[in-house]
């Protein structure tokens, strides 16, 4: 049986309880103080579209925000 959960610790005396746990040959803790990674939009979609794609891409958000100010 190898289920794999991501468990969050909300209070600090869960920790020594997983410890027993693993002493116990019950679980086996694969990895500890992990981070969440947050990846930033821009660096996620950097380079999906060419650079004359975003130079049309931009024109047309201009042309369409002047057409909307115009009404």
Not at 37 to 45: E, F, G
Request: proline fraction near 1%.
């Amino acid at each position: 049986m190898d289920n794999t959960m991501l468990i969050q610790i909300t209070n600090q005396k869960a920790i020594g309880l997983i410890h027993e746990l693993e002493e116990l040959h019950l679980i086996k803790v694969i990895k500890q103080n992990i981070e969440p990674s947050i990846t930033k939009l821009s660096d996620k979609y950097k380079g999906s579209i060419s650079k004359e794609q975003g130079q049309k891409l931009n024109e047309h958000i201009k042309q369409m925000r002047a057409e909307w100010n115009n009404i």
